[in-house]
């Protein structure tokens, strides 16, 4: 779909219509690790110098069946990353689907919240658990939403950050 179309496009429009007037800035990339993201996020971080960094990384590494205790580092120094450059993590829960079985599943779910008691960080709810189930809003990969559901998922998420900011 066009980027345009994408929720992370549409969420200032859905910050507005909360109140909240604020740039938002997509940094991210398809296809990208928690590995991924934290190195990139130095060069970012400079670059915008963000008030708020929402941080929704980690289903590629789940994808991909990388060891849980990898994601919860990388999710931890990310977000400390973003502390010592002086703005504020927001952190998304992220699910996979239970390709690698229910332990590695639930390990992973597990990874979001414990990171975000130990580093102190907000916990913005998994959108796609509402997504999946309305027709038309999944791609057929079962992992994408479609260009559909993309404004429900900027709304969705803007209600969900809009008292951080």
């Known amino acids: 779909m066009p980027i ?3 929720w992370p496009s549409l969420l200032s429009q859905s910050l507005k219509n909360q ?7 997509n940094a991210s990339i398809s296809g990208d690790t928690s590995g991924n993201g934290l190195m990139r996020l130095p060069l970012l971080l400079k670059q915008h110098n963000p008030d708020v960094v929402l941080v929704e990384l980690g289903a590629n590494d789940g ?4 060891p849980v205790k990898v994601l919860e580092t990388n999710l931890s120094k990310i977000i400390q990353q973003i ?6 993590p927001l952190l998304m829960q992220i699910r996979i689907l239970p390709n690698y079985g229910k332990r590695y599943t639930e390990a992973f779910s597990n990874v979001y919240p414990t990171v975000a008691q130990k580093e102190k960080t907000p916990l913005i709810p998994f959108f796609l658990e509402q997504v999946v189930t309305k027709q038309g809003w999944m791609k057929s990969d079962g992992l994408h939403p479609t260009e ?3 404004p429900w998922i900027s709304d969705y998420v803007a209600k969900q950050i809009a008292q951080y900011l």
């Open 4 to 6: 345009e179309k994408a």
């Open 83 to 88: 502390r010592e450059g002086s703005s504020k």
């Open 148 to 150: 559909a559901a993309q």
């Open 19 to 25: 109140g909240k007037t604020v740039t938002v800035i």
């Open 63 to 66: 994808l991909r069946g990388f």
